[in-house]
Nanobody, 122 residues
Framework: QGQLVESGGGLVQTGGSLRLSCSAS????????IGWFRQAPGKEREFVSA????????HYADSVKGRFTISKDSAIRTVFLQMNNLKPEDTGVYYC???????????????WGRGTQVTVSS
């Protein structure tokens, strides 16, 4: 069974930083793409970033470009999301997901973690 476990969320002030981690099982990490999504209360889940495990290509939502950086450590099957210059609108539950193609829609990712809360205070 695929498994993804997120960690690293928390409460931070505007302008602060957090580093999220997504630890994947061996089965899940075989999928080519690991993505990060977030969901704020009352809003739909939205794409944040993704990384292709094969070639290292990365993708970002326009709202986080220049502030967030996605990276991977294949030796420990972990993907990281470094979030800098955080804003209140970055608040939400952050989920990592695994899929076969680089995509920005949740339906393209069959495996999901349970999420980690990120709260940015103004």
């Amino acid at each position: 069974q695929g498994q993804l476990v997120e960690s690293g969320g928390g409460l931070v002030q505007t302008g602060g930083s957090l580093r999220l981690s997504c630890s994947a099982s061996a089965l899940t990490f075989r999928h080519y793409v690991i993505g990060w999504f977030r969901q704020a209360p009352g809003k739909e889940r939205e794409f944040v970033s993704a990384i292709n495990r094969r070639d290292g290509n990365t993708h970002y939502a326009d709202s986080v470009k220049g502030r967030f950086t996605i990276s991977k450590d294949s030796a420990i099957r972990t993907v990281f999301l470094q979030m800098n210059n955080l804003k209140p609108e970055d608040t939400g539950v952050y989920y990592c997901a695994a899929g076969g193609v680089p995509a920005d829609t949740p339906r393209d990712y069959p495996y999901w973690g349970r999420g980690t809360q990120v709260t940015v205070s103004s």
